[in-house]
Nanobody, 122 residues
Framework: VQLQASGGGLVQAGGSLRLSCAAS????????IGWFRQAPGKEREFVAA????????YHLDSVKGRFTISRDIAKNTVYLQMNSLKPEDTAVYYC????????????????WGQGTQVTVSS
């Protein structure tokens, strides 16, 4: 599976962005798709995940109510809608695919996209 992440950019605090993760080579069937982020000097952090089979979602507590992960089956694409962005959300955001149920653990993901930069100014 090849993953292509897009949609990052520069936004003011309180603004919104929508990240996209598109698959090529095969569909997401059988996978869960996760979003992770990594800020400078920090470890990669789980943000959200979605099970492709039934749409079940999981979100980091600190983004609940602000970020929403979703999928478009017809487009074979996963989205991360980010609202009420804060400067501490600034990071490179990565999408990844796993067949594991350990959605929160980056080591369990087999395929990674290239990352997209999100910068939130105060």
């Amino acid at each position: 599976v090849q993953l292509q992440a897009s949609g990052g950019g520069l936004v003011q605090a309180g603004g919104s962005l929508r990240l996209s993760c598109a698959a090529s080579g095969r569909t997401f069937s059988g996978y869960a798709i996760g979003w992770f982020r990594q800020a400078p000097g920090k470890e990669r952090e789980f943000v959200a995940a979605i099970r492709w089979s039934n749409g079940g979602t999981y979100h980091l507590d600190s983004v609940k109510g602000r970020f929403t992960i979703s999928r478009d089956i017809a487009k074979n694409t996963v989205y991360l809608q980010m609202n009420s962005l804060k400067p501490e959300d600034t990071a490179v955001y990565y999408c990844a695919a796993t067949t594991s149920t350990y959605y929160y653990t980056s080591q369990k993901y087999d395929y990674w996209g290239q990352g997209t930069q999100v910068t939130v100014s105060s």
